[in-house]
């Protein structure tokens, strides 16, 4: 059962525009959420991350967005920039305990100059 | 951010030949270490977590005589493949968390490729 969901796994953006990135999730127990980028034969390098008491997190260019109703989560990137194009991993995980994070299937993102 | 490093960053072997990746926090301790594999175009598969001191605990269907895990210091785990086999062929790649750390953050090394003949 796929605790985390990124059901989208491409997307291609004109450079310039923005870039909308989903995730989903089934555990409520979750209530930390990350996004990692990882370009190829690399590991993954964190992004950005938000917890279940605020519903936005902004970090320049990228802001996460909480919906916890929903169990729903998204990234936006803007503007969209070639050197953004990699593979973006949803990730979630309880706040305490020491339980490693669960990660979605990831979204490869192109952005097209 | 905090530094994660492993080593080599590629290995190619022949079959039966037992293979050791090292992980190394740089600027941390990290009392919880973990082992992920990737496969082309796919997700981040954990295999194990490792706190430093204790027995690993493997993920469900990873064999913990084959993949050897070993966490000696708060700052380096090591996942030796033992006689390792084509199938064995992946993207091998640690995280660790910083010892007392807001959150579950977790931050990775650069990775490992296997290549077993």
């Known amino acids: 059962d796929q605790q985390v969901k990124q059901n989208s796994p491409s997307l291609s953006v004109q450079e310039g525009r923005i870039s909308i990135l989903n995730c989903d999730y089934t555990n409520s127990m979750f209530d930390y959420f990350l996004w990692y980028k990882k370009y190829p034969a690399e590991g993954p390098t964190f992004l950005i991350s938000?917890?279940?008491?605020?519903d936005k997190n902004e970090d320049g260019r990228f802001t996460v967005f909480l919906n916890k109703s929903a169990k729903h989560l998204s990234l936006h990137i803007v503007p969209s920039q070639p050197g953004d194009s990699a593979v973006y991993f949803c990730?979630?995980?309880?706040?305490?305990?020491?339980?490693?994070?669960?990660f979605g299937k990831g979204t490869r993102l192109s952005v097209i100059a | 951010g905090a530094v994660v490093s492993q080593h080599p960053s590629r290995v190619i072997c022949k079959s039966g030949t037992s293979v050791k990746i090292e992980c190394r926090s740089l600027d941390f301790q990290a009392t919880t270490m973990f082992w992920y594999r990737q496969f082309p175009k796919q997700s981040l598969m954990l295999m194990a977590t490792?706190?430093?001191?204790?027995?690993?605990?493997?993920e469900q269907g990873v064999e913990k005589d084959k993949f050897l895990i070993n966490h000696a210091s708060l700052t380096l785990s090591t996942l030796t493949v033992a006689s390792a086999h084509p199938e064995d062929s992946s993207f091998y790649i640690c995280s660790a968390r910083a010892t007392g750390s807001r959150g579950n953050e977790q931050f990775f090394g650069p990775g490992t490729r296997l290549t077993v003949l």
């Open positions: 938000i917890s279940s008491i605020k």
């Open positions: 990730a979630a995980s309880p706040l305490s305990g020491n339980t490693p994070l669960v």
């Open positions: 490792s706190n430093e001191g204790s027995k690993a605990t493997y």
